[in-house]
């Protein structure tokens, strides 16, 4: 299976790019590395990438160069996985991470190991999700909100929310239960993934923010302390 995917690895330290680009090939997947997201772009315009690996900083010009490259990435193709590797991991470099798309944030300091089956649990689950959309359908309307299966998208007030594709999962998951508590694992279990709890959270903040672009008034989603999440439903 790795043999047929393709990796592209954004990193501008050669050492750290040299040694990742080794060890993800020695795994059996096929890495194409860059130390610019210019050069990077190009390259994904021009060729299928199975998955995005990018650090933030790529050099002392472009210290924010992996979230404009992957907020670039989200426009022109939405469900592709995208996995931060970045020695910048507070939780305010997380959340921003999130709520430009990327579907998971790593520091630097996790074992290749646990890289691998991060990788490895985000392709099986857009495998999954991409195999499921023909057999779904648009939901009846739940308050404000629709959900269409089909294009994995959700409406608000009849106007699109831009949501990634995990992040439609956890807010269907929610949505499709409403007033019960959803856990961080059942909310992991509906977007086939396993992740640290504040990723969770992080996920949750980006939802709330893109319903309130839409309406400034939303507030369907609720925090259970130290448990999970729960989907209030209003009137219409």
């Known amino acids: 299976m790795t043999q047929e ?5 954004v990193e501008d330290e050669d050492v750290l790019r040299e040694n990742y680009q080794e060890l993800l090939t020695l795994e059996g997947y096929q ?10 772009f190009d390259f994904f315009q ?10 933030v900083k790529l050099g002392n010009d472009d ?3 992996g979230f404009l490259l992957c907020t670039e ?23 921003s991470g999130m709520r430009l798309g990327a579907d998971d944030y790593l520091g630097k300091d996790v074992s290749m190991e646990y890289l691998v089956v991060r990788i490895e649990a985000l392709l099986k689950r857009f495998k999954f999700i ?23 998208i959700m409406l608000w007030k009849e ?18 239960n409403p007033g019960k508590v959803q856990t961080y694992n059942a909310l992991m ?13 992080a996920h949750i903040k980006t939802i709330r923010a893109r319903f309130k672009e839409l309406d400034d008034a939303f507030n369907c989603i609720r925090n259970e302390r130290g448990t999970g999440y729960r989907w209030i439903e209003i009137e219409v």
């Open 46 to 55: 021009n060729n299928n990438v199975d998955i995005a690996i990018l650090d």
């Open 73 to 95: 990435l989200r426009k022109k193709w939405p469900g592709m996985p995208i996995i931060f590797l970045s020695s910048k991991s507070t939780e305010h470099d997380k959340i």
């Open 189 to 201: 279990k509906a977007a086939n993934l396993y992740v640290e709890p504040n990723t969770i959270t």
């Open 63 to 65: 210290q924010e160069g």
């Open 5 to 9: 995917i393709k990796i592209v690895l």
């Open 130 to 152: 991409t195999s499921n959309r023909k057999n779904g359908s648009v939901s009846e309307p739940k308050g404000h909100l629709i959900i269409d299966d089909q294009q994995s």
């Open 159 to 176: 106007q699109s929310v831009h949501l990634t594709l995990t992040q439609f999962w956890i807010c269907k998951q929610l949505a499709e």
């Open 31 to 40: 890495v194409i590395s860059f130390d610019n997201r210019h050069d990077a």
